[in-house]
């Protein structure tokens, strides 16, 4: 079946240090893959995507490519602000338009605290 | 435009009691779904509806129980609470084609 491992955490950083929050994926097919942002005491908030292979997604300087021969999705940013303390969800999504199979595959997200 | 919304935001119940999460979205989606995200685990499926008119069981769907109003609507109900549902309540949706799906902000729940 389909499943994400994402690095686990939690990381700690320094502001302006640079990120990296490795994800693989196992899936048949060619799923789409997202990033997902959850700061704290609210719910997620899409921060990427990419549909298929070589696709890079990107947002607020978040940035992630869809990497189809080593079956990753690593985010990184190049320099964090404190404001990017949350905790990081890589998720797949595979589905075909004509049934119902409309679910994300999420892995156990990872927590990001940068300190000043 | 509220994207999703749920209620309540806090709910505390007694082992054996009964209630019913709502989760409303007014962007047009076709499918809606229920989470549960606890420590370590990440978020787990609980139920989902691909469309208006169909529901079906997610990864974790044992002691709950979902209905599809309309279109914009999808509640999850819990018929006898127990201290293992003590958990934070998440409802998404999303429209066809993996576009990614946009979450509520939660419910946490207590069952003492």
């Known amino acids: 079946g389909n499943s994400v491992t994402q690095m686990e955490g939690p990381v700690t950083l320094s502001e302006e240090a640079f990120l990296t929050i490795n994800c693989t994926y196992t899936?048949?097919?060619?799923?789409?893959l997202f990033w997902y942002v959850q700061y704290p005491g609210e719910g997620l908030q899409l921060l990427l995507k990419?549909?298929?292979?070589?696709d890079k997604g990107s947002n607020k300087g978040f940035e992630a490519t869809y990497r189809k021969e080593t079956t990753s999705f690593h985010l990184e940013k190049g320099s964090v602000q404190v404001s990017d303390s949350a905790v990081y969800f890589c998720?797949?999504?595979?589905?075909?338009?004509?049934?119902?199979?409309?679910?994300?595959?999420f892995g156990k997200g990872t927590l990001l605290t940068v300190n000043p | 435009n509220a994207g999703v919304t749920q209620t309540p935001k806090f709910q505390v119940l007694k082992t054996g009691q009964s209630m019913t999460l709502q989760c409303a979205q007014d962007?047009?989606?076709?499918?809606m779904y229920w989470y549960r995200q606890d420590p370590g685990m990440g978020l787990r499926l609980i139920y989902y509806?691909?469309?208006?008119?169909?529901?079906d069981k997610g990864e974790v769907p044992n002691g709950y129980n979902v209905s599809r109003l309309n279109k914009r609507e999808f509640s999850l109900r819990l018929e006898s609470a127990a201290p293992s549902q003590t958990s934070v309540y998440f409802c998404?949706?999303?429209?066809f084609g993996g576009g990614g799906q946009f979450f509520g902000p939660g419910t946490r729940l207590t069952v003492l």
């Open positions: 998720a797949l999504f595979w589905g075909n338009s004509g049934g119902s199979n409309y679910k994300l595959t």
């Open positions: 998404a949706s999303s429209d």
């Open positions: 509806s691909a469309s208006e008119g169909t529901t």
């Open positions: 990419a549909t298929k292979a070589d």
């Open positions: 962007m047009n989606h076709n499918s």
């Open positions: 899936a048949t097919g060619y799923p789409s």
